[in-house]
């Protein structure tokens, strides 16, 4: 069965190179590909469909990603989440609220590659 990855954040771009970014490095890994442009649009993702591993972006307008993130660790089944900012604070406050990887958008784009691959339900 697939890994089942879901991209938040509200920039189409990043959405774009972080999708293709993972299917070439992921090549090794059955893996699909949902994303989303908003909080809202996220929770109804992971309440339709089985989620492993949201790469979640910290700063959207109106529902954030912390509180996505909020209610994400309030469900039994909670998906791994990384938390992607290029804000050094939000990140830090993204590992108290749960996050099970933080990875700034600003650094190295392996960073992100390596925080997927540490969250793969087989590790």
Same mark, same amino acid.
């Given at each position: 069965m697939p890994v089942q990855i879901l991209l938040v954040d509200d920039d189409s771009a990043l959405r774009f190179m972080a999708r293709h970014l993972l299917h070439g490095e992921l090549v090794d890994v059955a893996h699909e590909i949902t994303e989303a442009s908003t909080g809202p649009a996220a929770l109804s993702v992971c309440a339709e469909m089985h989620?492993?591993?949201?790469?979640?972006?910290?700063?959207?307008? &109106?529902?954030? &990603?912390?509180?996505?993130?909020?209610?994400?660790?309030e469900g039994p089944d909670s998906p791994c989440v990384i938390a992607w900012s290029a804000d050094d604070a939000a990140l830090a406050v993204a590992v108290r609220e749960g996050a099970d990887q933080v990875v700034p958008k600003n650094g190295d784009v392996n960073l992100l590659v390596a925080a997927v691959y540490d969250c793969l339900p087989s590790n």
């Open positions: 989620i492993d591993l949201v790469v979640l972006d910290l700063h959207m307008p &109106g529902f954030s &990603g912390h509180s996505v993130l909020e209610v994400l660790k």
